[in-house]
């Protein structure tokens, strides 16, 4: 199973925050949207980076008193690691585990096609499983002509 299977069922759908937007906003947005994390953008949606969760504690972490007027592009993470449509969902999760992220975007021809979330990739890999162990069982049953 590869990325682009994933988005297929998940969807392209993308939540994306302006840069210069306050990281009180973000936090509304993942609520509101249920997400765990916002791409960053620019004034032309360009991507600028990814903010989440954890950058809302170091937010807090670095100026608690002042945590209302902090800019998400203070915070915000980067250095994006990116997959594209068809990286196989073990090399994707062998990256968000060796990087310890969350969610990796999926970059094609330098579009943003969706984002994956470490659940979705084992969601895809129990499907993948249980349709092994089904074929599997159904073999041993005698189900299959010889």
């Known amino acids: ?16 925050i302006h840069q210069d937007n ?5 936090i509304n947005m993942f609520f509101s949207n249920r997400v765990g994390s916002l ?5 032309n ?3 600028k980076g990814i903010f989440a969760p954890n950058d809302v504690l170091k937010a807090v972490s670095k100026d608690p008193e ?3 007027h902090a800019s998400v592009k203070d915070f915000m993470s980067t250095n994006m690691i ?5 990286d196989k969902i073990d090399y994707i999760q062998a990256v968000m585990t060796e ?3 969350r969610h990796i975007p999926i970059v094609e021809n330098g579009k943003l096609q969706g984002v994956v979330s470490i659940g979705d990739v084992v969601n895809a890999q129990l499907k ?10 159904e073999y041993m049953e005698g189900k299959y002509p010889a």
């Not at 990116?82 to 068809?86: D, N």
């Open 1 to 16: 199973m590869k990325a682009k299977d994933i988005l297929a069922v998940k969807g392209s759908r993308v939540i994306t």
């Open 22 to 26: 306050k990281v009180l906003d973000a």
């Open 39 to 43: 791409i960053v953008v620019d004034q």
């Open 45 to 47: 949606d360009d991507i």
């Open 66 to 68: 002042n945590i209302r």
């Open 82 to 86: 990116v997959a594209r449509l068809e």
């Open 99 to 101: 990087n310890r992220v």
């Open 128 to 137: 993948v499983r249980d349709v092994e162990n089904q074929y599997l069982k």
